[in-house]
């Protein structure tokens, strides 16, 4: 059978005549398309297909090289969800909320925080939290973070540095993630 049994309609004409112009010129393709299945169900595939000439150069055949990424197209589609849920809930939470890594670098941030220090986010990312934290609380809240390293959770109470240095004061809570 021809390969077109295989066409899902999910890709439109223009990319079927985009893909026999370049392959009867001579020039391999590759990428990802939806095909369809006998049974009628479509799956996600990676393909490579090369034409091969004959000795005067004219395309005769085609070597196809396809692998079926149907799972791995469903776990990103999950993982997107999940990471456009993570970030809704981080805009949606009514105080300030951010998270670091080991090294204490700032990772994500809600938009409370942004709007409460003035920093852009540009401004934001990588800095440590203390930079944050009005200078006479830094002790506080160094123990503070010890705790939540050693015991997996502690609260604070320190001022908040913006950008235009508005102190303005907070409890924290923080929360080792594992």
């Known amino acids: 059978k021809t390969p077109r049994v295989l066409k899902s309609g999910v890709q439109d004409a223009a990319f079927y005549e985009q893909f026999w112009r370049t392959i009867l010129a001579g ?56 990471a456009s849920l993570l970030a809704s809930t981080l805009r949606s939470l009514p105080g300030i909320f951010y998270h670091y890594d080991g090294d204490g670098r700032l990772l994500r941030w809600n938009d409370n925080f942004r709007n409460a220090t003035g920093y852009p986010d540009e401004d934001l990312r990588g800095r440590p939290p203390l930079d944050f934290i009005a200078p006479e609380d830094h002790a506080h809240i160094q123990e503070g973070i010890g705790k939540v390293f050693a015991l997996g959770s502690a609260e604070a109470e320190a001022h908040l540095l913006a950008r235009d240095g508005t102190r303005t004061r907070y409890h924290f809570t923080g929360v080792r993630v594992e």
């Not at 369809?36 to 799956?43: A, F, M, N, Q, S």
């Open 27 to 82: 020039k391999g393709v590759q990428g990802e398309v939806v095909n369809r299945r006998k049974d009628g169900t479509l799956y996600h595939e990676y393909e490579t297909i090369t034409p091969v000439a004959d000795g005067t150069g004219r395309v005769t055949h085609f070597v196809a090289i396809k692998q079926d990424i149907t799972e791995r197209k469903r776990i990103e589609t999950e993982r997107e969800r999940e």
